[in-house]
């Protein structure tokens, strides 16, 4: 569900970036941040399935 919902992020993410509310250095900064957070939700993922 995590996963999911921070590809959603992701989403409005570049609507955001698209519609001029965000600049494009706020929004790589933030894309950054929500790599960063699904690589961890990925490796968690993995652990617990034992992969």
Known sequence: ?????SRE???WLQLLK?????NRNEYQSLKT????????LVSSLKTLKGI
């Open 33 to 40: 941040d929500l790599d960063e957070i699904i690589k961890m």
């Open 9 to 11: 992020t992701e989403y």
């Open 1 to 5: 569900m995590s996963l999911k919902e």
């Open 18 to 22: 698209e519609i001029d509310i965000i």
